[in-house]
């Protein structure tokens, strides 16, 4: 009954499979990866056409400058004194629509990018360069009244104002290259701040995937765990009931076997003597007297069965005079009725085994000595029963054909193996064809015994 | 006239028996017991020449009360009876000091001879005992195809073997064979050596198994 409780007690089988979780997971590494490198070099691809954009931008802007101041340096210069590098009077109208639309040209390459601050400084050189523009021609005719020394404050105003251009013109391209710069570093931090979070989420689902796939590993052990000890319980059961089993099958052998020998045995023996009584009060010679002979010696026939089968039942020595005569005892009956040549050599101090002990080596050795007779056609077999303080030693060595013990382990070898691990021993056959067979028991000495011996 | 005191536990046999003895002029039922500690009580109450008794029996087992009884009286004989015929039993019954060994089958046909021969000192066994030993100690010398050890043996010393078998004592042999008490020690001390024995009821036994008494 309590085999069958302890059945039911199995652990639930675990709810996923750990190899569907490692597909879901995999997949989905996967999956991230995929989207993550793919907007990286989307991304990437965007920067550099954005940075392309920015510089030929800054470039074209800086061209565009370098134009315009090259325009009003030469704007500046006298026509008289510079010759062909000054601009003819004549052509300044035309020289200040070509500045105009160099400012126009810069303002449209800005595009949404400028800000009210840029449009502001534009609009600041937009007018600078008009005012400068509409004093040009009066300044040139002044210089060229006095052409030889043009007042100084005029030349002075002049130069100034060219100053305040060109200087408002460089930290309007610098502010353009810092725009485009701040411009490049944000795209550049975005794309970062893109790789972080998909690493982050690769880095979250493969922790998840560990997880997952550890727990998985720990519910199947102990499962597995649990199944194991079940398996390992029902066969230490299984065992202790074969043991009970064969216990009670000895104990009813040997009250059987008491049974036939003392009570049926005394009773045969009694009417025997009354039996020889009776014929010595009759008359000699006659037919009674050899009945009654005939029926003695039918009488003591059967008093000699039922000694034979008390005795294959169960050895009263074992019981009697203990284990060692009952083993030699063994040794001359198989002897008697095979024909073989057995010896058997123990130590006298194997006495004091428990009953378990005795039976079991008694009835291992009977066994063994029923295989060799069947089986191996020996002609001599050597029982050997030693004991030391740890172990108890059974050795049965026969001169027969042998065989082999991996492939062909008949009933009577499993029975050894089964009683001999009952006692937590070893069973150990050696043979090969042709070679005899030794089976070497080894047993542990009891504990009770081991405590008597010291 | 020999007086003889009974001990089995089982009455019919035990009635049996007596009825049996009691037909020999020469022999006299005086006591009977159904346990050993009865039996040492008859013992002790008679003083028997000769003893049967059962090797089985309540409270107290025959081999026990048997070494009790040769210890307190050492001219009593005691056969046993038993329903084994095996030579460890015999050997043990020996050793307790028993003379005389009989197995229930023949009990009736033998026991009269049994009485008289352990009654004159030498031993006796049923025939079928003494059959099974020598068969055995033959077969098993055949087996191990070792030499008879009593091939050892000294004509003098076989002599000597056969007297102490038949329970004689070193005197008693000493003037059957003309020497001196030290020389029948002597030859004995070598005969057990030779035959690696121990005692006198292994000494039987092997004479017994040798076929030299029976």
């Known amino acids: 009954m309590r085999v069958m409780e302890d059945r039911t ?16 997971g995999c997949v989905f590494i996967l999956a991230v990866m995929c989207v993550s490198t793919a907007d990286v070099i989307y991304s990437l691809r965007k920067t550099a056409a954005k940075s392309d954009a920015v510089v030929s931008g800054f470039r074209q802007r800086s061209r565009l400058l370098e134009t315009l101041r090259t325009l009003m340096l030469r704007s500046a210069l006298s026509p008289d004194s510079d010759g062909e590098r000054a601009i003819e009077s004549s052509d300044l109208p035309a020289a200040h629509l070509q500045a105009n639309q160099i400012l126009e040209q810069f303002g449209a390459s800005l595009g949404a990018s400028g800000d009210e601050a840029t449009q502001q400084r534009l609009d600041d050189l937009k007018s600078s360069i008009n005012q400068y523009w509409d004093s040009l021609p009066i300044i040139r005719e002044q210089n060229a009244s006095h052409p030889v020394t043009p007042p100084p404050f005029f030349r002075g105003a002049e130069r100034r104002q060219i100053r305040h251009i060109a200087r408002q013109i ?8 810092d725009r ?15 790789l972080l979070i998909s690493s982050l989420l690769s880095l979250a689902v493969v922790f998840a995937l560990i997880a997952g796939i550890s727990y998985r590993i720990k519910t199947t052990e102990r499962f597995a765990e649990q199944q194991y000890k079940d398996v390992v319980q029902a066969r230490a059961e299984l065992q202790t009931f074969a043991g009970r089993l064969e216990q009670a099958q000895e104990e009813e052998r040997r009250n059987l076997s008491r049974e036939l020998h003392d009570e049926l045995g005394q009773t045969m023996a009694a009417a025997l003597v009354e039996l020889s009584r009776i014929e010595s009060e009759m008359p000699q010679d006659t037919a009674a007297k050899a009945q009654l002979a005939s029926v003695k010696s039918e009488l003591e026939g059967s008093m000699r069965s039922i000694r034979d089968i008390a005795l294959v039942l169960r050895p009263s020595m074992l019981d009697d005079l203990g284990l060692v005569p009952a083993l030699k005892w063994q040794g001359r009956e198989v002897a008697r ?19 378990t002990y005795r039976t079991c080596i008694y009835r291992i050795v009977q066994e063994a000595l029923h295989n060799v007779v069947k089986h191996a056609s020996a002609t001599s077999v050597a029982v050997s029963f030693r004991s030391t303080n740890e172990t108890l030693l059974l050795t049965v060595e026969d001169n027969g054909k ?7 382990k008949g009933m009577g070898l499993l029975g050894i193996e089964e009683r001999v691990g009952r006692l937590a021993g070893l069973v150990r056959v050696t043979s090969s064809p042709d070679k005899g067979t030794t089976i070497q028991v080894t047993l542990p000495v009891p504990a009770v015994e081991r405590e008597e011996v010291r | ?79 046993m009876l038993s329903m084994h015929s095996d030579e460890a039993y015999v050997l043990r019954a020996l050793k307790a000091g028993a003379r005389g060994y009989l197995v229930k089958e023949s009990a009736e046909a033998d026991l009269m001879t049994a009485i008289r021969t352990v009654h004159s000192g030498k031993a006796f066994f049923s025939p079928s005992v003494s059959a099974l030993l020598v068969e055995d100690y033959v ?15 000294s004509p003098r010393e076989r ?42 009821p292994e000494l039987i036994l092997y004479a017994v198994r040798k076929g030299v008494i029976c």
């Open chain 2, 159 to 200: 002599e000597v073997l056969q007297l102490i078998a038949e329970g004689q004592s070193n005197k008693d042999i000493a003037n059957v064979l003309g020497l001196s008490i030290y020389t029948v020690e002597t030859h004995r001390g070598n005969i057990l050596q030779k035959l690696g024995l121990h005692n006198v």
């Open chain 2, 1 to 79: 006239m020999i007086r003889i005191a009974l001990a089995d536990d089982h009455t019919v046999l035990r009635a049996g028996l007596k009825s049996l003895l009691e037909r020999q002029r020469d022999f006299e039922v005086v006591g009977e017991a159904g346990d050993g500690r009865e039996l040492l009580r008859v013992v002790d109450d008679t003083t028997p020449d000769v003893v049967v008794t059962d090797i089985g029996m309540p409270k107290l087992n025959g081999t026990e009360a048997t070494s009790q009884i040769v210890t307190k009286h050492p001219k009593t004989r005691v056969i």
């Open chain 2, 139 to 153: 077969r098993q010398m055949r087996d191990r195809g070792v030499e008879d050890s009593y091939e050892l043996l």
């Open chain 1, 9 to 24: 007690k199995i652990i639930a089988k675990p709810l996923f499979s750990g190899r569907k979780i490692l597909w879901v």
């Open chain 1, 170 to 177: 460089m930290e309007l391209n610098r502010e353009q290259q």
């Open chain 1, 180 to 194: 485009a710069g701040a411009q490049l570093h944000a795209e550049h931090d975005r794309l970062q701040g893109e």
């Open chain 1, 337 to 355: 009725r095979s024909g073989l040549a057995v010896r058997v050599e123990a130590d006298d101090d194997c006495e004091s085994l428990p009953d």
């Open chain 1, 402 to 408: 042998g065989f082999r013990p991996a492939s062909e």
